[in-house]
């Protein structure tokens, strides 16, 4: 079942960005950043982790995602760490996303040619 | 008036140099050099383009029997900052090179610089080049890059054209040219640059039949440069909003025409090569030919900057029309 | 008389339908995906569910950027659209596209500079709203 309810709830969010980009002039960039501080709002109490565990991969692959994982790494640090952890946080749960995305890319940009 | 009449100034030659990707539509079989890939044995994009610049200018001095000592001097165009394909292309030569920048209006622009130096028997030649990646990359975004391109696009053509222009007689006359003047009516679509251009074709040609007492029936063909199938459509659509009855089955779009039956191309081809290849591959041969008599070419240009762009300002644009006709 | 924005806008061609449809299957497809790897992870080492999503998250990464490299992540993406941009997806191939398409620009100014060209935008502005959501919590949770 966590792949039926994973498929609806990423096929939804992106059918949400895809209405955007077809009727506005938002580009891809600018819904991808719209989309990373929604997920930023969306961290009440547990709903973002229970959707988490209903949907699986589902919910974790979104942009939106990401924005959670910040803000989740950000309240975590705060309770150690006061006011100073907001800025120790941020990138505690969101590290291995950037970190594989540069080596990867770095790898990719060594070895192959562009072709369009 | 904005329209110059010219005494003596005939099309010596023309050659082209393109890719696979234009040997396709309505060019098929016409190009004179056809590389197999847009890389076209270079290592990256941007001398690809100058390698198809310099292989057009070889293949005009090749089939006009002419050295490029022979010239008096090279008028050329391209897309990219600096003119980079122009002067990078161009540096190892002793002629002089006038570079210059129209968008993709650039061919026609370099024609008329060019038919003012081809006098007393100078032999001048007038080159544009664009290509595909290369222009990708400046104007929009990384090639490789997931972008789901919207419907109204047009797709930068690869290859270059080269005229060789001179005083001396020969079947295909330029008889005149309209210089165009900037236009901008505020429109900020930065994909559908056919319809940001649509506007200067317009004032262009109506100042052309305004200055030569002529109409549509006087042409065999008005040909537009890149404005793709909506840019055509809101073109017609502006001549019978103000009242012109003529029919307008004559005016047609290159762009429409280079990569007839690609789907993956949207509205059509654009670029400075685009028009030039148009030009050089189907139209100038029909009038060597004989088959038409006369032609006014109008290739548009969106003058725009992607600063200006992401600082919300709007596109403007231009076009510049030239007659050709078959020397009596 | 229309003047000329009126009849752009008419002529302009509406979008598709099928581009909701195609977004819709290309996000829903990643997701099952990403499931299904993180279910091989689960089952063939010894990490639990919750642990397993950040390498499943470096996998989708990973195949992203060949995909992207070997020229077929761009086909794709012109027939699913929001289905690959919206998840991690989007995000890794703007890295590498830029990074790739720089490349002969040298290690420097080429695929170091440009690595973050497009996706710059989504850190500052996670990690913006992030800093301000954060202060507003934080003050709430101590009063």
Redesign the interface.
């Known amino acids: 079942m966590t792949y039926i309810y994973g498929a609806i709830y990423c096929g939804l969010i992106c059918v949400i960005g895809q209405f955007i980009y077809d009727h506005t002039k938002l580009t891809a960039g600018h819904i991808t950043s719209i989309f990373v501080v929604i997920g930023t709002l969306l961290d009440f109490g547990d709903l973002y982790d229970k959707l988490l565990v209903l949907c699986g991969a589902g919910a974790s692959l979104p942009i939106t995602s990401f924005g959670h994982s910040l803000i989740h790494g950000t309240m975590f640090e705060t309770q150690g760490n006061g006011f100073l952890g907001i800025f120790m946080g941020m990138f505690n749960l969101t590290t291995p996303g950037i970190t594989a995305a540069i080596i990867f890319s770095f790898i990719v940009a060594l070895i192959f040619k562009p072709k369009s | 008036m904005r329209t110059y009449k010219l005494d003596s100034t005939y099309v010596l030659n023309y050659a082209t140099a393109a890719t696979i990707n234009e040997d396709k539509g309505e060019l098929r079989g016409k190009l004179d050099t056809v590389f197999d890939d847009i890389y076209c044995d270079e290592k990256n994009y941007e001398l690809a383009e100058q390698k198809l610049m310099k292989t057009s200018i070889e293949n005009v001095l090749k089939k006009s029997n002419l050295r490029l000592n022979d010239l008096e001097l090279i008028v050329s165009g391209d897309l990219m900052n600096q003119l980079m394909t122009t002067y990078y292309g161009l540096r190892h030569i002793s002629i002089p090179v006038i570079g210059i920048y129209s968008a993709c209006s650039s061919s026609a622009l370099g024609l008329i610089i060019g038919s003012n130096y081809a006098v007393n028997g100078k032999k001048v030649l007038v080159t544009t080049s664009s290509h595909y990646a290369a222009a990708e990359r400046q104007f929009r975004y990384p090639n490789e890059y997931g972008l789901q391109k919207k419907e109204v696009v047009t797709t930068t053509t690869s290859g270059a054209g080269s005229i060789i222009l001179t005083s001396k007689k020969h079947p295909i006359q330029i008889e005149a040219y309209t210089l165009g003047v900037i236009q901008d009516f505020n429109y900020k679509d930065v994909n559908d640059m056919g319809g940001a251009m649509s506007i200067a074709a317009y004032d262009t040609i109506t100042t052309h039949f305004k200055d030569t007492n002529r109409s549509f029936k006087d042409y065999d063909y008005v040909v537009t440069g890149d404005l793709g199938s909506l840019g055509l459509s809101v073109l017609k659509a502006l001549f019978k909003e103000n009242g012109y009855t003529d029919s307008l089955d004559n005016l047609v779009d290159l762009g429409t025409m280079i990569y007839k039956g690609c789907p993956e191309c949207y509205m059509g081809g654009s670029g400075c090569a685009c028009s030039m290849l148009m030009l050089c591959g189907k139209y100038l041969p029909m009038i060597e030919n004989g088959k038409i008599n006369s032609l006014l070419y109008v290739p548009t240009g969106a003058l725009h900057n992607p600063i200006a762009v992401f600082q919300k300002q709007s596109i403007p644009s231009i076009a510049h029309a030239i007659v050709f006709r078959k020397a009596v | 008389?229309?003047d000329?924005?009126t009849?752009?806008q008419e002529?302009?061609?509406k979008?598709?339908l099928s581009?909701?449809i195609f977004?819709?299957?290309?996000?829903?497809?990643?997701?099952?995906?990403?499931?299904f790897?993180?279910d091989m992870i689960v089952r063939y080492t010894d990490l639990s569910?919750?642990e397993a999503?950040?390498p499943?998250?470096?996998i989708?990464?990973?195949l992203?950027?060949?995909l992207?490299?070997?020229?077929v992540?761009?086909k794709?993406?012109?027939i699913?659209?929001?289905?690959?941009?919206?998840?991690?997806?989007?995000?890794?191939?703007?890295?590498?596209?830029?990074?790739?398409?720089?490349?002969?620009e040298g290690l420097v100014y080429g695929?170091g500079s440009n690595?973050f060209k497009?996706?710059g935008?989504?850190?500052v502005?996670?990690?913006v709203?992030?800093?301000l959501?954060?202060?507003v919590?934080?003050i709430y949770?101590n009063l």
């Open positions: 008389m229309k000329i924005n009849i752009i002529k302009k061609p979008p598709k581009n909701l977004a819709f299957i290309g996000g829903a497809t990643v997701s099952v995906l990403g499931q790897i993180m569910k919750s999503v950040t499943m998250i470096i989708i990464i990973a992203t950027c060949l992207t490299g070997l020229g992540y761009d794709l993406a012109t699913f659209g929001a289905g690959l941009f919206i998840p991690i997806t989007g995000f890794a191939n703007s890295m590498c596209s830029s990074a790739l398409e720089s490349k002969h695929i690595i497009l996706a935008s989504v850190l502005y996670g990690v709203a992030t800093y959501v954060g202060v919590r934080f949770e």
